[in-house]
């Protein structure tokens, strides 16, 4: 029902880089900013990067996030255990006129 | 800061209604809306609706859930509530509300989640 695609899941091992795509189109990701969110176990989603690439005071600049045409990517280096969770992509989208979310992608550390 | 209350557990054919308590801000700010957003296994993460105020009160909600929702603001307790009417068991879910300010389009902060279940 999610009108974002993104990989169902991704990992890596300590140390790697992880990058997860989010695919939109023309009434989402192409017309407005893109927001990315971490989900922990149990807990609710936390905002990891607003308008397309900035980061929140507090997220570490492992997380970053670009964004061209309708679609967007969310990269994390250095990957740490603690970075184990469930991430989210969101945008404004005009045929829903309302927010849409991304599918979800599950990081692993192996 | 945004504290959730509400039932956890609601009967079919029954209305769902869960308050979002807001401190730091004011539900009435022309400077944000104020979002409520499920996610259950079956769905992800589905946004509902928001209410916002600018000179008057406004509401825009999903098309999913337009028929049976209400988000409705109560300014002297300063918090905004959700009312989902005729729930079914496809309700079950894990329900939050958000602020969105008005300068972007990102959900900050999160409430921290009601599990709502509905049976008999």
């Known amino acids: 029902q999610s009108v974002l695609t993104q990989p169902p899941s991704a990992s890596g091992t300590p140390g790697q880089r992880v990058t997860i795509s989010c695919s939109g189109s023309?009434?989402?990701?192409?017309?407005?900013?893109v927001s990315w969110y971490q989900q922990l176990p149990g807990t609710a989603p936390k905002v990891l990067i607003f308008t397309n690439s900035q980061r929140p005071s507090g997220v570490p600049d492992r997380f970053s996030a670009s964004k061209s045409g309708t679609s967007a990517s969310l990269a994390i280096s250095g990957l740490q255990s603690a970075d184990e969770a469930d991430y989210y992509c969101s945008a404004w989208d005009d045929s829903l006129y309302g927010y849409a979310f991304g599918t979800g992608t599950q990081v692993t550390v192996l | 800061q945004l504290q959730q209350s509400g039932p956890g557990l609601v009967k079919p054919s029954q209305t769902l209604s869960i308050t979002c308590a807001i401190s730091g801000d004011s539900v009435s700010t022309m400077s944000a809306s104020w979002s409520w957003i499920r996610q259950s296994p079956s769905r992800g993460l589905e946004w509902l609706g928001r209410t916002y105020y600018r000179t008057k009160w406004n509401t825009d909600y999903a098309v999913s859930v337009r028929s049976r929702i209400t988000i409705t603001p109560d300014t002297p307790k300063n918090q905004v509530s959700l009312h989902l009417m005729s729930v079914t068991p496809d309700d079950t879910a894990v329900y939050y509300c958000?602020?969105?300010?008005?300068?972007?389009?990102?959900?900050?902060?999160w409430g921290q989640g009601t599990l709502v279940t509905v049976s008999s």
């Open positions: 958000a602020r969105v300010s008005s300068s972007g389009y990102h959900f900050d902060p």
């Open positions: 023309s009434t989402n990701i192409g017309s407005y900013p």
